[in-house]
T-cell receptor, first 111, second 112 residues
Framework: QQPVQSPQAVILREGEDAVINCSSSKALYSVHWYRQKHGEAPVFLMILLKGGEQKGHEKISASFNEKKQQSSLYLTASQLSYSGTYFCGAPLVYYGQNFVFGPGTRLSVLP | DADVTQTPRNRITKTGKRIMLECSQT?????MYWYRQDPGLGLRLIYYSFDVKDINKGEISDGYSVSRQAQAKFSLSLESAIPNQTALYFC???????????FGPGTRLTVL
């Protein structure tokens, strides 16, 4: 039931790009992305709704393919401040469940 | 002022003690959640409440109980703490339209 994320961890140099993937075995109506910096609470980045639209936040964007039940987070020209753990999440209230998060992808951006 | 607050922020206790973690919110949301975070395991849901009279078990509710005292307050209790309940605990709220989760700062609990 928990979404699957890949990769588990990635190390980048400043200015490099990265993609984080999230997939679900259940049909999704929306996908959320959160970032958690070390020692802090997760913070909402963006929500993707059905329709395959892309959203953006700074130089971070995401896409959602509801047919494939997949979402991808794109980090372009990464900055040191992008370091942290990224979680995808989805509400599954329609399945009589609740909000579920993926296990997270740890991103480290080095100078 | 923070929209979601948690007290205490840190707590060290001994095995067998009863512990209560408190959460308050000023966002006006009906939905509130308690999550537990362990290294490498992401966020796991303990309990959630969609309104004052609605409380539901999450993925890992054993050993925990909750109380929704008001729309703005949601408390988590460990009836008899054990060492494997050592973790970082987050309270969150969400709006009913998108379920976007807004987290409190977390409580670091250590059970010796």
């Amino acid at each position: 039931q928990q979404p699957v994320q890949s990769p588990q961890a990635v190390i980048l140099r400043e200015g490099e790009d990265a993609v984080i993937n999230c997939s679900s075995s259940k049909a999704l109506y929306s996908v959320h992305w959160y970032r958690q910096k070390h020692g802090e609470a997760p913070v909402f980045l963006m929500i993707l709704l059905k329709g395959g639209e892309q959203k953006g936040h700074e130089k971070i964007s995401a896409s959602f393919n509801e047919k494939k039940q997949q979402s991808s987070l794109y980090l372009t020209a990464s900055q040191l401040s992008y370091s942290g753990t990224y979680f995808c999440g989805a509400p599954l209230v329609y399945y009589g469940q609740n909000f579920v998060f993926g296990p997270g992808t740890r991103l480290s951006v080095l100078p | 002022d923070a929209d979601v607050t948690q007290t205490p922020r840190n707590r060290i206790t001994k095995t067998g003690k009863r512990i209560m973690l408190e959460c308050s919110q000023t966002k006006g949301h009906d939905r509130m959640y308690w999550y537990r975070q362990d290294p490498g395991l992401g966020l796991r849901l303990i309990y959630y409440s969609f309104d004052v009279k609605d409380i539901n078990k999450g993925e890992i509710s054993d050993g925990y109980s909750v109380s929704r005292q008001a729309q703005a307050k949601f408390s988590l209790s460990l009836e008899s703490a054990i060492p494997n309940q050592t973790a970082l605990y987050f309270c969150a709220t969400s709006d009913r339209t998108t379920d976007t989760q807004y987290f409190g700062p977390g409580t670091r609990l250590t059970v010796l």
